[in-house]
């Protein structure tokens, strides 16, 4: 178990829908990062919070947002959804020692199927 | 930007035998850091070993080494005495000292172990 708790497991919805993921970071971990995993793009980075702040984005879509609230968890809207957006999506935290060395802890990760 | 290629998509090995993941990079930069993360059905993403690349001696952790060639760009995994625990993706990861903690990762091996 990795302290990182991502909510909900499993999500399945229509196009054109919005939903919210959750995550839940170690208890001490100020950074979170959003990453999406797809048969088709493999792992790749969406976006990072650092203590409530953007602090890097990646191929984040402009129908995806993000945000990390004062008690460091944080959600990953996807609006207007796509078939394509079905994919594994992924909530990692670190924390100051780890900021140096580069683990990321994830999450189980949540499964978004879109109808 | 930063690319990680995982040439082999699949790759099985006998049961307490010895199996090498291939893992290449591309990067301008000197100072970074490597990782291999393994992906068990559960989904959830382990990390395996890390290299720091100011470091010449290779990582090892139990079972697991690996050969960083940083002139040639390469870091692969070496799981010595395989277990059937040990099936699952293997992901390799590349983090630049300077951009944060984000990870690019590559396309993924899939291990198989035979018993």
């Known amino acids: 178990d990795s302290g990182v708790t991502q909510t909900p497991k499993h999500l399945i919805t229509a196009t054109g829908q919005r939903v919210t993921l959750r995550c839940s970071p170690r208890s001490g971990d100020l950074s979170v990062y959003w990453y999406q995993q797809s048969l088709d793009q493999g792992l790749q980075f969406l976006i990072q919070?650092?203590?409530?702040?953007?602090?890097a984005k990646g191929n984040i879509l402009e129908r995806f947002s993000a945000q990390q609230f004062p008690d460091l968890h944080s959600e990953l809207n996807l609006s207007s959804l796509e078939l394509g957006d079905s994919a594994l999506y992924f909530c990692?935290?670190?924390?100051?020692?780890?900021?140096?060395?580069?683990?990321?802890?994830f999450g189980e990760g949540s499964r978004l199927t879109v109808l | 930007a930063q690319t990680v290629t995982q040439s082999q998509p699949e790759m099985s090995v006998q049961e307490a035998e010895t199996v090498t993941l291939s893992c290449t990079y591309d990067?301008?930069?000197?100072?970074?850091?490597l990782f291999w993360y393994k992906q068990p059905p559960s989904r959830q993403m382990i990390l395996v070993i890390r290299?720091?690349?100011?470091?010449?001696q290779n990582a090892t952790e139990n079972r697991f080494s690996v050969n960083f060639q940083k002139a040639a760009k390469s870091f692969s995994l070496k799981i010595s005495d395989s277990q059937l625990g040990d099936a699952a993706m293997y992901f390799c990861?590349?983090?630049?000292?300077?951009?944060?903690?984000?990870?690019?990762f590559g396309g993924g091996t899939r291990l198989m172990v035979k018993p």
């Open positions: 990861a590349y983090r630049s000292a300077r951009a944060g903690n984000m990870l690019t």
């Open positions: 919070y650092y203590n409530g702040e953007e602090r």
């Open positions: 290299q720091e690349a100011y470091k010449q």
């Open positions: 990067t301008s930069e000197s100072d970074y850091y």
């Open positions: 990692a935290s670190s924390t100051g020692t780890s900021e140096y060395t580069g683990e990321l802890f």
